[in-house]
């Protein structure tokens, strides 16, 4: 793990800790990070884990979320975020992108430890699973949580039709 990941993972575990969200944080090989190899490596399903993507407007003023849904779902950016976002046109942010905004790597990305200024929206099927697992920040871990702990989040939302 690197200097970088370990600050970051350092820093999500203070969030998680700071709003009292139980979790446990379980390590991992970094080459096995991107939600599907996680999962089969490790024996996880793609329902029980968690994909929290960040989405760009691309017209006007740049505008940012960050949204979580399963890994077996497809976050419905044109219709759903779009509207949610408030603007004409969102696709997913680029990985450089992503890392300016969030000082996460793709693969590692999460929805504790973001920009204040950042809407967070959970898909309302997360809540059917007894535990869902998150990227911890770093490529190098992940994180268990009980997906009712996602509400803790200042400001974030359960959306029903977040994913397709």
Do not use: W
Not at 69 to 84: E, F, H, M
Not at 127 to 144: D, H, P, T, W
Request: charged letters at 25%.
């Amino acid at each position: 793990m690197t200097d970088t990941d370990a600050a970051i993972e350092a820093r999500v575990v203070s969030t998680l800790n700071d709003l009292g969200i139980e979790h446990d944080l379980i390590k991992i090989d970094p080459d096995f990070a991107d939600t599907a190899e996680f999962c089969e490596k490790y024996g996880y399903t793609l329902e029980g884990s968690g994909n929290t993507i960040i989405v760009a407007s691309k017209r006007g003023a740049k505008k940012y979320c960050a949204c979580i849904v399963q890994g077996s779902a497809r976050l419905d950016v044109n219709k759903t975020v779009k509207k949610l976002m408030g603007v004409s046109r969102a696709s997913f942010a680029s990985a450089e992108e992503t890392m300016e905004l969030t000082g996460m790597l793709i693969g590692g990305v999460t929805a504790f430890a973001l920009p204040e200024d950042m809407s967070v929206y959970a898909d309302q099927k997360l809540l059917e699973q007894e535990s869902i697992i998150l990227g911890s920040g770093s490529r190098s871990s992940k994180i268990m949580i009980a997906p009712e702990e996602i509400a803790k989040i200042p400001g974030a939302q359960f959306i029903d039709g977040l994913s397709l």
